[in-house]
């Protein structure tokens, strides 16, 4: 904002210094203010929690170069899992940009067959356009990737049903991957 500029009081956006429940107890491992919270959890599960209020094209980026980082670091423990667990709580998610929606699909489709064992995207009730278009994800996931997308409303619940077990206190999330993920990035910023 430049100087002498009045931000709506509406439009201001603090990140949160905590992760919201049932993700409040986790010890943290990272944070990206844009996107959110992240945890890697065995056997094999990437858990998010967003702060964004809209799910622009950078918000999605940022989001999957995490899961690229994450197939690319962990393969090992994610193929002997079967594929990599996805817990998104996207409950902060009002609003989607539909490139963005586009980019999500491009870059789900430049990963391997089968790298998700599991995907739940918790949504906000009240976000009935969002849990729209995650259906419609779904479709295009269990039709072109052979995975499924399910999507939720209560994240206490889901999570607890799910039986994801915290990150040890001190684990770190990887910091560390093979030079694939720069392919596997390079394709996905192909144009379609």
Request: net charge positive.
């Amino acid at each position: 904002m430049f100087a002498g500029a009045r931000a709506e009081p509406a439009r201001l956006f603090v990140p949160p210094t905590a992760p919201e429940p049932p993700f409040a107890e986790w010890p943290l491992q990272r944070f990206d203010p844009l996107v959110g919270f992240y945890w890697y959890a065995s056997p094999a599960v990437l858990v998010s929690q967003t702060v964004a209020v809209h799910g622009s094209l950078e918000v999605i980026e940022r989001n999957n170069d995490v899961v690229d980082f994450i197939l690319d670091a962990k393969a090992d423990d994610i193929r002997s899992a079967g594929g990599l667990f996805v817990f998104n709580d996207w409950r902060s998610v009002k609003s989607y940009d539909q490139d963005a929606r586009a980019r999500q699909r491009v870059r789900m489709r430049a990963r391997p067959s089968g790298y998700a064992r599991r995907t739940v995207i918790v949504v906000n009730p009240a976000s009935r356009l969002l849990r729209m278009a995650v259906e419609a994800a779904n479709l295009f996931a269990t039709l072109t990737l052979r995975s499924r997308i399910e999507v939720e409303l209560d994240a206490a619940r889901t999570f607890a049903r799910a039986g994801i077990e915290p990150p040890r206190k001190g684990a770190l999330f990887p910091v560390e991957a093979r030079s694939s993920t720069r392919d596997r990035h390079a394709l996905a910023h192909r144009t379609e």
